[in-house]
């Protein structure tokens, strides 16, 4: 079992950034794929961005790339989201997920999380 555990999310303007954090418990986390959804009331939970075991590999939504990074560090059994230039659409309840493979499917609809965490508000007000 895998428990994941989010922080770092919180109100910021536009144009700002923020940094999200994702703890995971268990010495299995570095063999991996790990990723970041987001959802907004009253819609489905949207992928954001996966990462592979290694960090080799990583893949975005389009409205996202060239503004989100994704990266792991194993030794301290975290990954990131690193979030610059946020607008407003990017206000959602952000959750970290994680995948039972090395490398990620979950960025595609032929596979969903094997676990996820409880979830960080980011609110980006214009």
């Known amino acids: 079992q895998v428990q994941l555990v989010e922080s770092g999310g919180g109100l910021v303007q536009a144009g700002g950034s923020l940094r999200l954090s994702c703890a995971a418990s268990?010495?299995?986390?570095?063999?991996?794929?790990m990723g970041w959804f987001r959802q907004v009331p009253g819609k489905v939970r949207e992928f954001v961005a996966a990462?592979?075991?290694?960090?080799?590999?990583?893949y975005y939504v389009d409205s996202v790339k060239g503004r989100f990074t994704i990266s792991r560090d194993n030794a301290k059994n975290t990954v990131y989201l690193q979030m610059n230039s946020l607008k407003p659409e990017d206000t959602a309840v952000y959750y970290c997920?994680?995948?039972?493979?090395?490398?990620?499917?979950?960025?595609?609809?032929?596979?969903?999380?094997?676990?996820w965490g409880q979830g960080t508000q980011v609110t980006v007000s214009s």
């Open positions: 268990g010495r299995t986390f570095s063999t991996y794929a």
């Open positions: 997920a994680a995948e039972i493979s090395r490398y990620p499917l979950i960025q595609t609809s032929r596979r969903d999380p094997d676990y």
């Open positions: 990462i592979s075991w290694s960090g080799g590999s990583a």
